[in-house]
């Protein structure tokens, strides 16, 4: 008997289509790890069963958003699956509205710069200023970086009431990625309150080694967190102590005024 490991109902709600929840987890098994596969390994890599993962992807093959290898036979993500991130980043108001403030931050730092915005545990690059300046990891836009160890998802968790920001810290798999990863959640939870005091958070090789950043927490019109913006400084330019005096107050200025420009937005 076939194995099923079905994605659970929303509920029971009659307004969840459950196919579209199996189309959609097809789509976002493939990653940089898993860039080709067969129906078997979708199957297992999407949380469906074979027979499932059968008809969501000659759906898809079909509406050109998977492809099929002549030789191997093995499925990939065509080009016309860009279509739906991108259509996220050209219909969003609040990068339009960043854009000029982080450009305007690179200029005035030398330094590459981010805006993150929150999904789950996680915060995705959505938009990126590159300086002429060397920097140690490629972050393309999409890019997905885990919130407890950095300073756009330290930045993010400081600017919630704190009991969510906790919350949201002991549900996260908390990966010792560097030797200089900080993962006990009472060092999170002092790290936060830092950058509660301070307006800004930092991660010093912790998910990368020679990557270091400073962020700081974009506010919405509800008072809450939406976003965060940070600036790049790798550890062979900068020391934290460096980028502290010199880059934390034009980074909190550029955060606090964009956040008034999103405010005035809505």
């Given at each position: 008997?076939?194995?099923?490991?079905?994605?659970?109902?929303?509920?029971?709600?009659?307004?969840?289509?459950?196919?579209?929840?199996?189309?959609?987890?097809?789509?976002?098994?493939?990653?940089?790890?898993?860039?080709?596969?067969?129906?078997?390994?979708?199957?297992?890599?999407?949380?469906?069963?074979?027979?499932?993962?059968?008809?969501?992807?000659?759906?898809?093959?079909?509406?050109?958003?998977?492809?099929?290898?002549?030789?191997?036979?093995?499925?990939?993500?065509?080009?016309?699956?860009?279509?739906?991130?991108?259509?996220?980043?050209?219909?969003?108001?609040?990068?339009?509205?960043?854009?000029?403030?982080?450009?305007?931050?690179?200029?005035?730092?030398?330094?590459?710069?981010?805006?993150?915005?929150?999904?789950?545990?996680?915060?995705?690059?959505?938009?990126?200023?590159?300086?002429?300046?060397?920097?140690?990891?490629?972050?393309?836009?999409?890019?997905?970086?885990?919130?407890?160890?950095?300073?756009?998802?330290?930045?993010?968790?400081?600017?919630?009431?704190?009991?969510?920001?906790?919350?949201?810290?002991?549900?996260?798999?908390?990966?010792?990625?560097?030797?200089?990863?900080?993962?006990?959640?009472?060092?999170?939870?002092?790290?936060?309150?830092?950058?509660?005091?301070?307006?800004?958070?930092?991660?010093?090789?912790?998910?990368?080694?020679?990557?270091?950043?400073?962020?700081?927490?974009i506010i919405g019109s509800q008072g809450r967190p939406i976003?965060s913006v940070h600036i790049v400084t790798p550890t062979g330019?900068?020391?934290?102590?460096?980028?502290?005096?010199?880059?934390?107050?034009?980074?909190?200025?550029?955060?606090?005024s964009l956040s008034l420009a999103v405010r005035a937005m809505?």
């Amino acid at each position: 008997m076939e194995h099923k490991t079905e994605p659970a109902a929303r509920g029971v709600n009659p307004l969840f289509n459950q196919s579209l929840e199996k189309g959609l987890a097809v789509l976002a098994s493939f990653s940089a790890r898993q860039r080709s596969m067969t129906i078997n390994e979708i199957a297992q890599a999407s949380g469906i069963s074979k027979s499932s993962a059968q008809r969501m992807v000659f759906t898809l093959k079909q509406l050109g958003y998977l492809f099929q290898h002549p030789q191997t036979g093995r499925y990939q993500l065509s080009v016309r699956a860009l279509r739906l991130g991108f259509n996220y980043l050209a219909a969003s108001g609040l990068i339009d509205v960043a854009n000029p403030f982080l450009s305007e931050l690179t200029n005035t730092t030398g330094e590459t710069v981010c805006l993150t915005e929150p999904d789950g545990k996680e915060m995705v690059y959505v938009a990126r200023f590159i300086s002429g300046q060397f920097v140690p990891v490629h972050m393309p836009i999409g890019s997905r970086i885990p919130m407890y160890c950095t300073s756009a998802g330290r930045a993010y968790l400081s600017a919630l009431p704190k009991d969510e920001a906790i919350r949201l810290l002991e549900a996260s798999e908390r990966v010792k990625h560097t030797m200089h990863t900080h993962t006990e959640l009472a060092q999170l939870e002092q790290i936060l309150d830092d950058a509660r005091r301070y307006g800004y958070a930092t991660n010093k090789e912790e998910l990368f080694l020679g990557d270091m950043t400073i962020g700081a927490p974009i506010i919405g019109s509800q008072g809450r967190p939406i976003a965060s913006v940070h600036i790049v400084t790798p550890t062979g330019r900068w020391t934290m102590q460096q980028a502290e005096k010199k880059l934390a107050k034009t980074l909190i200025a550029c955060a606090r005024s964009l956040s008034l420009a999103v405010r005035a937005m809505d």
